[in-house]
């Protein structure tokens, strides 16, 4: 998509954000265009879909590839993960590689950066959670991730304060070819409003459950409808694996699912800006990270 020719000095094009499960990268994703666009949770693998999320300035649009942490798959899930996040290094302008200041390099980072080492791509190490450790130690970090590859630029960040951000921002429009504005400029996510909808529920799974529950749930928003007094209604089915885990799910008098269904109800209604009456199933699909036609149906991957 081109909505726009090409005006003089005006750049834009695509960048992957890359690094192992839980260091930060959707964080930094919503710190990144001003919004919240992608879920944030503790618990890794959070991420699920190539989401691309956009952020045009009067002098470039950046169209910003989150991708799933890459880590070693024990399930079809996993190994559709991995593959999402190792094919979009191939379908951008700069890459970046995402790390932790407060640890060195581990075998997850090294196992990345090994991936990378035929691509072309100029590749920006970004050090995040600076403000987690001293400042004298931010150098020693770098110096400790430079051998892995030849980064074309090293920027600390702390996605959640927002520390360097703009200078980053800065620095990846300087890597990035004259071209054309490709999406509106009010548009920051090419992902329509039932994804978004779907994460934010899978989010608050996330939140209120224990390590038991967050990768084994997919959600479904089935229906959307706006009745005649301006209410959204809204149907969603939350799947899992096991009938032990809608149990949890569900909780006592059916607490746990009120409070998602409470949590998610109030950021949808800021999404669409509107009242939402929001209404929440929950059903269990066996072994369904393994099963080729549930990740599709689920929107987990598409169709061949």
Known sequence: MNI?????????????????????????????????VAIMSDKP????HKIHSILTRNDAQIVFLDTPGIHK?????????????????????????????????????????????????PIFLLINKIDLIKKEEVLERIVSYKDLLPFAEVVPVSALAGDNVERLIDTIVKYLPEGPQYYPTDMITDRPERFIMAEIIREKVLHLTSEEIPHSVAVVVEQVQERPNGVVAVNAVIYTERDSQK????????????????????EIENLLGSKVFLELWVKVKKDWRNRINDLRNFGITEED
Do not use: C, W
């Open 247 to 266: 149990a949890i799910l569900i909780g006592k008098g059916g607490n746990m699912l009120k409070e998602v269904g409470r949590r998610a109800r109030e």
């Open 45 to 48: 693998q959070t991420t699920r």
């Open 73 to 121: 798959p024990r399930h079809k899930l996993g190994e559709h993960l991995v593959d999402v996040a190792l094919g979009a290094l191939k379908e951008v302008d700069v890459v970046l590689f995402l790390v932790e200041a407060t640890s060195p390099p581990g075998a997850g980072d090294k196992y990345i950066a090994e991936q990378m080492k035929t691509i072309k791509t």
């Open 4 to 36: 726009n020719q090409n005006r003089e000095g005006f750049r834009s094009g695509f960048v992957a954000l890359v690094g192992r499960p839980n260091v930060g990268k959707s964080t930094l994703l919503n710190k990144l265009v001003g919004q919240k």
